[in-house]
């Protein structure tokens, strides 16, 4: 029994250690863009990141970076997988991201929140009101 529950905690601890790269690597995916334009950023899960103020030009391409950095994680975690490099718990925790936002995609009526992917949509050159990134 206890042997049982010490394997439970390890796959919950391996999961939730994914899912925080996940979304550590989401974050980043934010920062490179800021960085690349000189502007100082911590890639942190808080929603303002930004050390300074960026150019209302450039917060598509913010939100543009962390959408591709979803991405990343999700395919590089589901191309793993595929190949037998990883287990369904690590694959888990890379899709968590993504499943989250199709979930609040259908609750609320858009992914994450009102204004990331309508940026990165139109850092795409997509309706910024579309919701093709939600799909």
Request: glycine share 10%.
């Amino acid at each position: 029994m206890i042997l049982r529950i010490k394997s439970e905690l390890k796959l919950w601890a391996i999961y939730l250690a994914t899912l925080f790269i996940a979304i550590y690597v989401h974050e980043v995916g934010h920062c490179v863009v800021a960085w690349s334009h000189g502007i100082k950023a911590v890639p942190t899960p808080a929603k303002e990141y930004l050390l300074e103020q960026a150019p209302e030009s450039l917060n598509p391409s913010i939100s543009l970076g962390g959408v591709l950095g979803t991405v990343i994680v999700t395919m590089t975690g589901i191309v793993m997988f595929l190949r037998g490099k990883c287990n369904e718990v690590l694959l888990a925790g890379t899709i968590a991201m993504p499943g989250a936002y199709s979930l609040m995609f259908m609750l609320k009526g858009r992914g994450h929140d009102a204004t990331e992917f309508q940026e990165a949509q139109a850092a795409l050159g997509l309706s910024y009101n579309g919701h093709l990134l939600d799909w």
